[in-house]
């Protein structure tokens, strides 16, 4: 504010933090906000004006453009409290709350003091970063960022060739083989929700690489002068491509990621797997590599976003993504049961002296990762054809699977990120994993003839098997 030289800069910005402190205060945490079960409350518009007094709510429908009559209130308790907030709020003080954050929202691209000053927050006391990254690679940042798709098609061009699709096709099936074998082998699940659970897998849609269909960004209007007008032009756009979206059939050949991005997801609402071409890549994946290690790595994250379709949240969707209980109350508290163990494990991790992983906030994650591993493996043993895997490098098949696991998960993160990431972070930090999880797995024990005694030894009726 005092760089945008605003008057009694330093008393709006006490008015300011104050009044975030009360937002956030209404919110829930984190834990809640990814329940499913609390977060879908449907609501006429008629309704929550009704529910939550004090916002105009009609008004600002209207007057974004969406004239929508129906949606879904996330956080239900917090509405009526914002709303309140809102109309118990002054003109003036709105005025410096939105002044604050058009300023910090645009910050980087404002003159180098207000860039500095965001950097000195959000970078070096949230992050630990001594220093920004170089201009050319923040450049990149900006472009890939507003035209994600058209950067897509050339990375795609260039760096995906049509044999890894292939061979990422046949990974995706031997890991929905290897996952229906271990439905069928459950002992704590119903016959009738194994069949419910086998629909739910045989309707996964895999999408690798990148969308059939491209985005069209020709409406963009971009001047090569005015990088400040070309951020909100790109702004403008993503608003109408998603308004555009209101009332119509879902469009599911849409992606969520771009292709350059080294990441995946699993979609609940579609039950799809999504794989961009830019994960395709060493250390996840190599066409030419030896299958252990490709199972260990990208067959372990295929695995992973399967398993967040049988997750704590990701199992209350049927196989047409519809949230429907599926499950028979005495399936769901047997797997409750293993999913509690599981989060209790997770408590007691501590990257750091006095900040714990919550076992609750990453138990999707943490039940990915152990059903990842354990569906890749599976899947590895379906490949070999009954036939023994070679020993490479003084390495039999699984123990390559398991280092490899090991390594796509290396990294090394300064402790104030730490501590954020803990704090926003659904997935637990690296290390754990990979040693969260193996020490669940049996094989692993075998595989590295791993006993009591040992530092990750965990004796074999506290490991959880959920899968």
Known sequence: ????NVADAEAKAATIFALETKIAKAH????DNRNRDLTYNKMSLAELEEFAPGY???LANKTAGLNINEMIVRQKSAFPVLAKI????????????????LLSGNSANLPAAFDDENFAFFGKTLRGQPQQRQRWKRAVGVVNGALGEAIGQVYVEKHFPAESKRKMDELVENLRTALGQRIDGLEWMSADTKVEAHAKLAAFTPKIGYPVKWKDYSSMQIDRNDLLGNTRAAQLWR???NISKLGKPIDKTEWFMSPQTVNAYYNSTQNEIVFPAAILQAPFFDPNADPAVNYGAIGGVIGHEMGHGFDDQGSKSDGTGKLRNWWSEADKTAFEARTGALGAQYDQFSPLEGHHVNGKFTMGE??????GLTFALAAYRISLNGKPAPVIDGFTGEQRLFLSWAQVWRGKNRDEATINRLKSDPHSPSQYRTNGVVRNMDEWYDAFDVKEGDAMYLPPEKRVRIW
């Open 86 to 101: 809102f109309a118990e709020t002054s003109v003036a003080d709105w005025q410096s709350y939105l002044t604050f954050h």
């Open 28 to 31: 829930w945490d984190k834990v």
């Open 366 to 371: 943490n039940i990915g990762d152990l059903g």
């Open 56 to 58: 105009p709510w009609a």
């Open 1 to 4: 504010l005092k760089l945008a």
């Open 239 to 241: 608003w109408n491509d």
